[in-house]
């Protein structure tokens, strides 16, 4: 154990470089090199939970960045960390698995998501949803404007993305992450987003499309609109 925590220590305050037992071999993605001996077993674990409450917000954001990396190559070994830290932590220690967990959240895990702060159930709506205009040219913007509300009487965290599909067989076109916020309570906040039709050309041709916004991994508003040939 001793070791474990002595290259954690060496992973804060000492550079890579000399830390690689080979320092002219190159560092593999995702894990950072220096806790490769750490990552099978307990010994991971311990050294990571450790290191959670340091004082360094460095320190801090190490032990996410490497959570992260567990999450990639062990999910259920990082979600299991990650719902003890939660456990034993509360709501404190959301920020800390927000960044750890982000692989498994961008893929919309659900465990990763509640333990993350982003409930499916969190009191967060879209309240107005406008796609403008509503017939657009091949090659012209698409402007969306929303709105999004918490009723939460607390801070609830927000996962807020977007997903263009065709409505004829609900091919998804585009999308992407709108917003990853905690809102304060009782907080209403404007969005705007421009989304490109020019490129590829053969992503986006004539016909109806569909506008769908998320909150949490829950589909939350959709607005339709129509592409027209020049």
Do not use: C, K
């Amino acid at each position: 154990m001793n070791r474990a925590f002595a290259w954690l220590d060496g992973f804060v305050t000492v550079t890579a470089e000399r830390l690689r037992p080979n320092p002219t071999a190159p560092v593999s993605a995702p894990w950072p090199a220096p806790f490769e001996p750490l990552y099978d077993g307990a010994n991971a674990v311990l050294a990571l939970s450790a290191r959670r409450h340091d004082a360094d917000p460095a320190t801090r954001r190490a032990v996410g960045d490497a959570l992260a990396a567990m999450a990639e190559r062990s999910p259920t070994l990082a979600l299991t960390t990650a719902a003890r830290w939660r456990a034993e932590d509360g709501p404190a220690v959301e920020p800390l698995l927000e960044r750890g967990l982000r692989p498994l959240v961008e893929r919309r895990d659900p465990a990763a998501l509640r333990l993350a702060g982003f409930a499916p159930e969190a009191p967060v709506r879209v309240g107005e949803l406008a796609v403008v205009p509503s017939t657009i040219t091949i090659g012209e913007p698409i402007r969306i404007y929303l709105r999004i509300v918490s009723t939460a009487t607390h801070d609830a965290g927000a996962l807020i993305d977007w997903r263009v599909v065709e409505r004829d067989d609900a091919r998804i076109v585009a999308g992407a992450i709108l917003l990853r916020r905690t809102l304060r309570p009782l907080t209403a906040l404007a969005l705007h987003r421009i989304i490109d039709t020019s490129h590829p050309p053969a992503r986006w041709p004539a016909g109806q499309y569909r506008l769908v916004v998320s909150v949490n991994s829950r589909d939350d508003a959709a607005a339709d609109f129509s592409l027209r040939r020049r």
